[in-house]
T-cell receptor
Framework: GAVVSQHPSRVICKSGTSVKIECRSL??????MFWYRQFPKQSLMLMATSNEGSKATYEQGVEKDKFLINHASLTLSTLTVTSAHPEDSSFYIC????????????FGDGTRLSIL | GENVEQHPSTLSVQEGDSAVIKCTYS??????FPWYKQELGKRPQLIID?????GEKKDQRIAVTLNKTAKHFSLHITETQPEDSAVYFCAARGGANNLFFGTGTRLTVIP
């Protein structure tokens, strides 16, 4: 079945560091991938939609210069949290959907980001 | 954009009883409604989904119903087991192809 791989699974770093998270679709092609953020005991909030070969679409309130998204191929999207601060600490989850037909959305294992 | 509301936020049931979680959505263009189960610190797992051309779908102990006119859909779990305990999220996907999630329901099945 469709598998989405995300890494790293856990990042702990100092304030001001930039952190890159990778999301790969392992056995299917995904023109579009999605990045979500989830705070403790809360729902998944869509941050941005990553489009292969073009600019990402950001949801209202999400700073595009803060959360850089690159979708360089049909199987890889990256999210870079630039100059991360403690308030950026969260669980970041990517998701992808197969290009063909109306397919379900599959999630990566998530990245727990802790900024000290 | 789409707005998905989910109730209740917490639900406790005795093992063997049924659990029902309800969601409403706002965008009439939404046509795909998945349900996800998320255990602590793990990825959401798709457990069942329904498309707008169907009113009900069942998979063993899990069923989902959709009322497009009223713009609400529900998850039904029968014969609940302790391993059903988790957080459940409903979601809706519409014309923008984005999934918008409900606020989640923490289900606890008491042995």
């Amino acid at each position: 079945g469709a598998v989405v791989s995300q890494h790293p699974s856990r990042v702990i770093c100092k304030s001001g560091t930039s952190v890159k998270i990778e999301c790969r679709s392992l056995d299917f092609q995904a023109t579009t991938m999605f990045w979500y953020r989830q705070f403790p005991k809360q729902s998944l909030m869509l941050m941005a939609t990553s489009n292969e070969g073009s600019k990402a679409t950001y949801e209202q309130g999400v700073e595009k210069d803060k959360f850089l998204i690159n979708h360089a191929s049909l199987t890889l999207s990256t999210l870079t949290v630039t100059s991360a601060h403690p308030e950026d600490s969260s669980f970041y989850i990517c998701s992808a959907r197969e290009n063909r037909g109306n397919q379900p959305q599959h999630f990566g294992d998530g990245t727990r980001l802790s900024i000290l | 954009g789409e707005n998905v509301e989910q109730h209740p936020s917490t639900l406790s049931v005795q093992e063997g009883d049924s659990a029902v979680i309800k969601c409403t959505y706002s965008d009439s263009a939404s046509n795909y409604f998945p349900w996800y189960k998320q255990e602590l610190g793990k990825r959401p797992q798709l457990i069942i989904d329904i498309r707008s051309n169907v009113g009900e779908k069942k998979d063993q102990r899990i069923a989902v119903t959709l009322n497009k006119t009223a713009k609400h859909f529900s998850l039904h779990i029968t014969e609940t087991q302790p391993e059903d305990s988790a957080v459940y999220f409903c979601a809706a996907r519409g014309g923008a192809n984005n999934l918008f999630f409900g606020t989640g329901t923490r289900l606890t099945v008491i042995p």
